[in-house]
């Protein structure tokens, strides 16, 4: 085989992941509906819900992990941290459609990425999380934010709970619906969560980190 051929078969594009790259490149953020299939999306809410159900969510708080304080006139959502290494099988499943992306950016973006943290939110009716940066004073590592939608089928405006992205152009309200993921650069752009008025609101939201 010619060592030509050898690389091309080595690096298979992706047509999706590189229109995550063009987005991101452009307008610094992308949102792709049915990142997830709704068979995944079902087996992350059942392991979501147990574990909520479980008691093991706790009151989010505003700052790091080591540096937290619980303001709910600032947010209000419920967060249980997700442990990859003790991962049961759904979040197997979320953890490597994460990690091809992330392999696929660190080949093709040069961005680095070495670290990801995530974690399970529950946003109770009423809660939202006011207008904020994803960056702290003394943790600038995360480089892109990703929100992941867990509800069920059929989220209507009027539930609220959209998320608002903060552009140079315009406010993006977006409905967190099932499948859909959100990319964005926590360095660069403001966001929301708007009031939840029915029903709860479930995702998984991360950051992928440098150095
Ligand atoms: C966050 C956040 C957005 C969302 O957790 O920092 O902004 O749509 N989440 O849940
Ligand atoms: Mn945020």
Same mark, same amino acid.
């Given at each position: 085989m010619s060592e030509e051929l050898f690389e091309q078969l080595e690096f298979v594009e992706n047509p999706l992941f590189e229109s995550i790259i063009d987005d991101l490149l452009t307008k610094q953020f992308s949102i792709v509906d049915n990142f997830f299939t709704s068979e995944e999306v079902e087996v992350l809410r059942h392991s979501l819900l147990a574990k909520y159900e479980a008691d093991r969510f706790k009151k989010s708080a505003i700052g790091n992990r080591t540096n937290e304080e619980i303001?709910?006139?600032?947010?209000?959502?419920f967060i249980l941290w997700m442990? #990859?290494?003790?991962?049961? #099988?759904?979040?197997l499943l979320f953890f490597g459609k994460i990690n091809e992306l992330v392999n696929y950016l660190n080949k093709t973006c040069f961005l680095g990425i070495l670290q990801k943290e995530f974690h399970y939110a529950v946003y109770p009716k009423g809660t939202f999380y006011k207008r904020h940066l994803d960056t702290f004073q003394n943790d600038d590592r995360r480089k892109l934010s990703l929100v992941c939608y867990l509800n069920?089928?059929?989220?209507?405006?009027?539930?609220?709970? @959209?998320? *608002?992205?903060? *552009? @140079?152009k315009e406010d993006l309200d977006?409905?967190? &619906?099932?499948?859909?993921?959100?990319?964005? @650069?926590?360095?660069? &752009?403001?966001?929301?969560v708007k009031v939840v008025k029915a029903s709860e609101r479930l995702s998984?939201?991360?950051?992928?980190? *440098?150095r």
């Open positions: 303001d709910k006139t600032i947010r209000g959502d442990d #990859e290494k003790n991962a049961n #099988e759904a979040e069920e089928e059929g989220w209507p405006r009027e539930n609220g709970g @959209e998320l *608002t992205i903060y *552009t @140079e977006v409905l967190p &619906l099932p499948g859909r993921v959100v990319i964005f @650069e926590s360095q660069i &752009l403001e966001h929301e998984i939201t991360g950051w992928l980190k *440098t």
